[in-house]
């Protein structure tokens, strides 16, 4: 197949790599424009562009596809479909109608539950079970398109949503390759999402970090990990920001929600509905990131601590 190819992050990295692994003609790779990172604010490629890049793909970055000369252009491109993931624009209907095979998107969930931005996050947050990536053909909605495949995975109790987006680019590759040779053939199923049966997975935002301890640690539990690596979980500990990274559920407890202690030089803290949990990594304000027992060394809790 003749494909353009629409991606931006890690996430679609793999499936880009999986058409040029199965021998498509990607023709053409759309991604969002350079971004300054670091320190230093250096002007960084997007990992599509650089993989792009590697194999001599053209590269365009448009700061907007509502555009008649782009999409003249990619008119002119004369594609077979438009392989779309994690690319961050939406795409007007002009473009939608250009390829005969459809414009084919890769999302990270298992639509209809989770349209939107930050689906592997939300499930996570939300404590489910299963998750997986969904191809469809695109629509003018958001992720409101016909399905055509699946792949189910269950998501580790203790999984955080980094690993979990590790795990499901892989899978969403996969199931590209797989998906488009059904298309070729003529025997890809189309089926409609079901109004009734989705929910809406919002961006991340800092504001989501800060830890209400009267939750029960099964559900801040589930916020760790579903704010690990950004913009990750956090409370106060005497006046500064202590950021946690993973965290163990593990017993009862009788002491105010919020309190930290310490017991055979492991970091706990007490949460809602009687619980407790263990703080297994974690960084303070100016510190670096390290295990709840080595915080321990620094910070001995003679007595419990109200974490804010």
């Given amino acids: 197949m003749r494909i353009v190819f629409m991606g931006t992050p890690d996430f679609a990295v793999p499936s880009l790599q999986s058409l040029v692994d199965a021998g498509h003609d990607v023709c053409a790779v ?33 700061k907007t596809l509502r555009n008649a000369e782009i999409i003249e252009q990619i008119r002119g491109m004369r594609p077979d479909a438009i392989v779309v993931v994690a690319y961050g624009k939406i795409l007007p209907k002009e473009i939608l109608d250009i390829p005969p095979y459809g414009c084919i998107n890769v999302h990270a969930s298992l639509l209809p539950k989770y349209r939107g931005a930050a689906p592997i996050q939300w499930s996570v947050i939300n404590g489910e079970t299963e998750t997986g990536v969904t191809t469809m ?23 955080t949503a980094g690993e979990l987006h590790d795990r499901l680019s892989v899978l969403g590759a996969e199931l590209l390759v797989k998906t488009l040779q059904a298309v070729l053939e003529g025997s890809a199923s189309r089926t409609s999402q079901s109004e ?33 690596p950004w913009p990750v979980a956090s409370t106060v500990y005497n006046g500064k920001v202590l950021k946690i990274y993973r965290t163990r559920v593990v017993e009862h407890s009788e002491l105010e929600s919020g309190s930290a202690f310490s017991r055979d030089g492991l970091l706990y803290v007490s949460c809602g509905e009687n619980s ?4 297994l990594e974690v960084q303070l304000e100016g510190k670096k990131r390290m295990s709840g027992r080595d915080f321990l060394l620094g910070h001995p809790l003679k007595e419990p601590v109200l974490l804010q």
């Fill in 30 to 62: 759309f991604t969002q424009t350079d971004k300054p990172k670091g320190r230093g604010y250096t002007l960084t490629p997007p990992p599509v562009k650089e993989l792009a890049l590697k194999y001599q793909i053209p590269v365009y970055q448009p």
């Fill in 276 to 279: 407790t949990l263990e703080l």
């Fill in 196 to 228: 009734e049966e989705t929910c809406y997975a919002p961006m991340l935002t800092k504001e989501l970090s800060h830890i209400d301890w009267s939750k029960s640690a099964r559900s801040i539990h589930n916020q760790v990990r579903g704010l690990s």
């Fill in 137 to 159: 053909y695109m629509a003018e909605g958001i992720d409101t398109g016909d399905m055509i495949q699946q792949t189910v995975t269950k998501i580790d109790p203790d999984e």
